[in-house]
């Protein structure tokens, strides 16, 4: 019998997410291994402004599944709304992108904590509403894209942005080869349940979509000390007891099994621009 999607499983939710400086440190290192492959962030605002009629205007922001507030700044920053509003379901991410806004305007960025199956703003209260890899996190991610519907202003956009299916499969080789899982590559994707061949049809099923934007991101690990900074945390693997958010010893375990030398591994970016459907009243 599989596993359950750690991604899907609200018993793994707090092993995740329950301490910030895991996720930062997962992002960090795969960030410092980004060979290819524009900011999401900065993607997100290009598409605000090419395809929104008043992207100079904009009143609120929503950015669901905010995490530690990433986007959501460079959001304030570029497109200076009168209002973003960053939503998460982890305490331990809002506390990081609340400190990391604390030079903002109290009035420019809010991080609440919230469901993003039941968004807790008005309907039609949004310009923008950004969901950027997080709708993998519902088992129903349609619901997800019903609550954002409801919450858009006539005229307003969607941003979905998600990851391909065989995304980092080369890690999985890693993995599997060092003995630390043999089953990696056997295991279920994380984005199962919103990736890039089914977000355009999730989003479809709410809003009409106006624009797809693949890209292709590439990271270059250049060795396992790197790679494992990346891997410690990574919810996919079954890793041995005391490997599991160690990455020295996750580090010594790679260099037992394999020559040491740099990993490329790619993945498959995919943003989905969509708008409310036309002739629909969220209210």
Sequence with gaps: MNEPNPFLDPARQSELYGRASRLAGRTSALMRAKTAGQPVPETIVS??????????????VLDIGCGRGTSSLVIAEQLRPQRVVGLDAAPSLLAQARERAKDLPDSTVEFIEGDFHDLPLPDGSSDIVVAAFCLYHSPHPEDVVGEIARVLAPGGLAVLVTKGLDSYQEMDELVASARLDPRAAQHESLYTAAHSDNLADVAASSLDVIAVLDEEHIFTFDGHDHAAQYLATNPKYDLAPGLYGNPGALATTLHEFLPDQPLATRSRIT??????KEGEDPT
């Design 47 to 60: 598409l605000v402004q090419s395809h929104h009629a008043r992207p100079d205007r904009l009143g609120v």
């Design 271 to 276: 943003f989905v621009v969509a708008q409310p």
